[in-house]
């Protein structure tokens, strides 16, 4: 919604898993970890199908969060994370600080 607002480019979402033609990514919540996602990728409706079914049955995203779930295609490039941390506060050293670079799945899209 935001990068919408802003008019930021973002990833096609996908409205209808029955629509999936290309490589997307299926972001929704961990069902037990709500802090953690229980992203997957499919490549067509039955891949959607197989994998959605699985983790349903392993435990792992329930059948409500996968009907809310964001389904974007895929976009090849960076999957990294650069964490900073800004101090409005600090007066002697540096206000910005580069706390760590990290992996992610979420998305590949730069930005």
């Known amino acids: ?5 802003a008019r930021l480019p ?8 029955k629509d999936i033609d290309g490589l997307v990514i299926v972001k929704l919540h961990h ?3 709500k802090l953690e996602r229980g992203f ?10 197989t994998k959605s079914e699985a ?4 435990g792992v ?16 490039g960076p999957i990294f994370n650069f964490d900073f941390f800004y ?6 050293a540096e206000k910005l600080e580069l706390l760590g670079i990290d992996w992610r799945f979420e998305t590949s899209l730069d930005g």
């Open 1 to 5: 919604w935001i990068l919408e607002k």
């Open 10 to 17: 973002a990833p096609e979402k996908i409205e209808d898993p």
């Open 31 to 33: 069902k037990v970890k």
């Open 40 to 49: 997957f990728t499919a490549a067509s409706y039955k891949e959607y199908k």
């Open 55 to 58: 983790l349903l049955k392993q």
């Open 61 to 76: 995203i329930s059948a409500r969060d996968l009907a809310k779930a964001r389904i974007e295609r895929y976009i090849i």
């Open 87 to 92: 101090s409005p506060i600090e007066a002697q």
